[in-house]
Each structure stands twice: as C-alpha cells, then as structure tokens.
C-alpha cells in the first residue's frame, strides 16, 4: 500500500509534440514505445506554418522543466511558400523563449511528391542546413534530422506512413 503511494506521487516526465500535419499520429507511436514512463501530448494543427505552431496557446509549456521535452514538427508549408526565412526565425525565438526545457525540432521532410531537383526540395536542403547551424549553439536543442528514403513515405509522397513514424518514434 505504502509503495503504490509512492509510485502515483512519482511525477512522470512529460513530452509535448507540436506540429503541422506530420506531426499527426507522432505522439501514439512514441507512447506505445515508452509506455507508461512520460506523459506525452501531440498537438496537430495540419497546413499551419510555424508562426501559427510556436504561437499555440499551450498553458503547460511554462511549467516544464529539464526532465521534460518539446518537439516542434513543422516548416513543410513555410518552406513550401518561400518563407523558410520567417520559419527559421519563429524557431529561433521559441527556442530561445524555452530555456528551462529540452526542445527537439525535427527537420523539414523531403518531397516525394515533387521532382527530386525541384526548387521546393532544394529550398527543404537549405532550409535544414541552415536548421542545424542555428540551433546547434543552443544548449537545451536539438535537431532531428527526418529520413528521407521514399519507403517510409505515402503514396502520395508528402507524409510519412505508418512505418516511417515508427522509424521517428
């Protein structure tokens, strides 16, 4: 009786995944892998840029701490639209407004709905290069780079399927 006290008093650390239509499903995959451990939340907010992501009212952001983790899913539309300028910067500034957490951002996802040399694909390249030299000063983030195999894609190329958010997971 005394243990199961002390087990429900354990606060478990929380992940929150925010995103754009790729981030849809993310956050079941990652709880069937680590089962009861974290507490985790996905927000989807589908074709959003990441203004509209960062800027999410979320009332439990403020309260995260160092064993708590925030994944941001996005950029796909704002790279799409010639904005990845705006992008980066959104990031750089929800980066720099979570210093008492961890933050992964996941990299933009090739196109393979696109021609392999096209100028959107291009831009998802330099997009995610100039990502990761933004955010590698940071001490509390990350950057995960999303495979780009077509295999863990859909058949319409945009999205990833069920075995490529498994893979992410």
Avoid: W
Avoid at 27 to 49: F, M
Avoid at 84 to 95: A, E, T, W, Y
């Amino acid at each position: 009786m005394n243990n199961n006290k002390k087990t429900q008093a354990k606060k478990r650390s929380k992940i929150i995944i925010i995103g754009d239509s790729h981030a849809r499903g993310c956050a079941l995959e990652l709880q069937h892998n680590l089962k009861q451990d974290y507490e985790i939340q996905g927000i989807v907010n589908p074709g959003a840029s990441l203004r509209t992501i960062v800027n999410a009212p979320i009332e439990s952001l403020g309260k995260l701490t160092k064993k708590d983790v925030i994944v941001v899913r996005g950029g796909t539309r704002d790279v799409g639209q010639n904005e990845s300028g705006n992008g980066l910067r959104q990031i750089r500034n929800f980066v720099e407004n979570l210093k008492q957490t961890n933050v992964i951002v996941m990299s933009v996802p090739h196109r393979h709905d696109l021609a392999p040399n096209s100028c959107v694909n291009q831009e998802v390249k330099v997009y995610n290069r100039k990502l990761i030299k933004l955010l590698k000063v940071q001490e509390n983030t990350c950057v995960l780079e999303v495979d780009t195999e077509h295999d863990l894609f859909t058949r319409h190329g945009l999205h990833m399927n069920r075995k490529g958010k498994q893979h992410i997971a």
